[in-house]
């Protein structure tokens, strides 16, 4: 069935790096895609979402970048700090149904 | 104001007993889901309610089911658990059905033995 999923389950980084995260999906149906942050010991926290119609978004610290015609997502963090240490998942969805989610990509970072 | 809360934290269980677990959404939140996390599958979607209706429903078997009060408050019941029902139970509020902006619980983690 169509899913999504992430391209590295972990991703080291140094304290003060950009940090870029990627997703691939499959349903060119949906209409959002979010990321979420999970710190151990806690449920999702959403973080930034962006529309199918829409190709780069914003937050502080955070753009998501949408690139349709690969099916791709991407979450850059910029000036990565020990606080941005988390599992990180991408989820898809589509108007009226339930966010489909990744699996994960384990982001670790060293000062 | 106050986030999700999901109550108990913790469960221990026996195989082929039940349990029930609680779910109160943000306050004005009327959609409340239900998610199973495990290491091996991730976050699998359960059920979603919406005025106490079931709006969504995941791909588990009818072991698994729930219900949403007037007061959107939720739970979720496993009837004759296995040992493969072991995990994170995760609920998630929000104000409409399936917002994007979705806010989780802290989970019940359920050990099943």
């Known amino acids: 069935g169509e899913s999504v999923g992430l391209h590295l389950p972990t991703l080291s980084v140094q304290e003060g790096d950009n940090s870029i995260i990627n997703c691939a999906y499959s349903n060119s149906a949906s209409d959002y895609f979010i990321w979420y942050k999970q710190e151990s010991g806690k449920g999702p926290q959403f973080i930034i979402d962006?529309?199918?119609?829409?190709d780069k978004r914003q937050g502080q610290r955070v753009t998501v970048l949408l690139n349709k015609t690969v099916k791709h997502l991407s979450l850059q963090i910029a000036a990565t700090q020990p606080g941005d240490s988390a599992v990180y998942f991408c989820?898809?969805?589509?108007?009226?149904?339930?966010?489909?989610f990744g699996k994960g990509t384990t982001l670790s970072v060293s000062s | 104001k106050a986030g999700v809360t999901q109550t108990p934290r913790y469960l221990i269980k026996t195989r082929g007993q039940q349990v029930t677990l609680s779910c109160s959404p943000i306050?004005?939140?009327?959609?409340v889901s239900w998610y199973q996390q495990t290491p091996g599958q991730g976050l699998q979607f359960l059920f979603e309610?919406?005025?106490?209706?079931?709006?969504n429903k995941g791909n588990f078997p009818g072991r698994f089911s729930g219900r949403q009060f007037s007061n959107s408050r939720s739970e979720m019941n496993v009837s004759t658990l296995e040992l493969g029902d072991s995990a994170l139970y995760l609920c998630a509020s929000s104000l409409e059905v399936m917002r994007t902006e979705a806010f989780f619980g802290q989970g019940t983690r359920l050990t099943v033995v």
């Open positions: 306050s004005g939140h009327r959609s």
């Open positions: 309610y919406f005025s106490e209706t079931q709006r």
């Open positions: 989820a898809e969805n589509q108007a009226g149904t339930a966010l489909i």
């Open positions: 962006i529309r199918s119609n829409m």
